[in-house]
């Protein structure tokens, strides 16, 4: 997946950066269980500001994403396919490919 300006969190375990083809800056939230994987919402302009001056707002953000997981309002996919929607899971195929679906 293509994320323009991307700014990574390491100690946080999320990313965010703007993703030209859907035209949104998304939020990456890294999941660790027995395996990791990745779920993405979908966040402002303004939020995506928030990693250079006002990063603890951010991190908040962060952990409410994941705490909340799929039930989230701004869950946009998950990387683990059992947690999406039929229309979740066309969302995660445009994000891998790079390229929207054909109608």
């Given at each position: ?10 100690d ?18 890294i999941?660790c269980?027995?395996?990791w ?5 979908l ?28 039930k ?32």
């Open positions: 997946m293509e994320l323009l300006n991307e700014k990574i969190r390491n946080g375990f999320y990313s965010v950066g703007f993703n030209p083809l859907i035209e949104q800056y998304i939020m990456i939230v999941i269980h027995w395996f994987f990745e779920r993405y919402y966040i402002s302009k303004e939020e995506y500001e928030w990693f250079d001056s006002a990063i603890q707002k951010l991190d908040d953000l962060a952990h409410d994403c994941y705490k909340q997981g799929v989230h309002p701004r869950f946009y996919c998950s990387e683990l396919e059992c947690e999406n929607t039929t229309e979740q899971v066309t969302n995660f195929r445009t994000l891998l490919t790079n390229s929207k679906p054909t109608e």
